[in-house]
């Protein structure tokens, strides 16, 4: 049973950066970030496949958010830059039952989450 645990939330004013760090990420699965609005459904905002070379990211965080991973450290980042209030919410990772990306469907295992407040 995975154990991811994600770190790096808080509260930053608009235009500013925070980065996500999950840790425990295996090297084995696909790796995504998802969040929850308040009053919203969670919904997947970003996916790195096991390797780290595909990538890719809902259109409203193309251009601002990062994803990585660095499978020595077994750690997948979510750098997101230009915050607007509009990200706020839970963020969560998840790893895949598959090596790639295909969507959305295939998490399995999921963290706890952590709080992104984006206010001025």
């Known amino acids: 049973q995975l154990q991811l645990v994600e770190s790096g939330g808080g509260l930053v004013r608009p235009g500013g950066s925070l980065r996500l760090s999950c840790a425990a990420s295996?090297?084995?699965?696909?790796m995504g970030w998802f969040r929850q609005a308040p009053g919203k459904e969670r919904e997947g905002i970003s996916c790195i496949s096991s390797n780290g070379g595909t990538t890719n990211y809902v259109d409203s965080v193309k251009g601002r958010f990062t994803i990585s991973r660095d499978n020595a450290k077994n750690t997948v980042y979510l750098q997101m830059n230009s915050l607007k209030p509009e990200d706020t919410g839970v963020y969560y990772c998840?790893?895949?039952?598959?090596?790639?990306?295909?969507?959305?469907?295939?998490?399995?295992?999921w963290g706890q989450g952590t709080q992104v407040t984006v206010s001025s």
């Open positions: 998840a790893a895949a039952s598959i090596h790639y990306c295909a969507g959305f469907d295939y998490f399995v295992y």
């Open positions: 295996p090297d084995y699965y696909a």
